[in-house]
């Protein structure tokens, strides 16, 4: 239906070392479109990246 690729930046801080990730690129093929598929993935991506320890999306 379609794929999203993310990457990780480190973020240096005073205090520790923090994961930030990056959208790099989110799509869904055409017959899915227009069904809300892209919605879910998004939100999906983000849970995901949240269970991975991310501090900011």
Known sequence: MG???YYLKPVLSL???KKKS???SISIYKNFRREQY???LLKE???EMRLNGMSSI
């Open 3 to 5: 794929y999203y690729i």
């Open 15 to 17: 205090k520790n070392f």
């Open 22 to 24: 990056v959208i790099h």
């Open 38 to 40: 892209g919605e879910k």
């Open 45 to 47: 991506s983000v849970k």
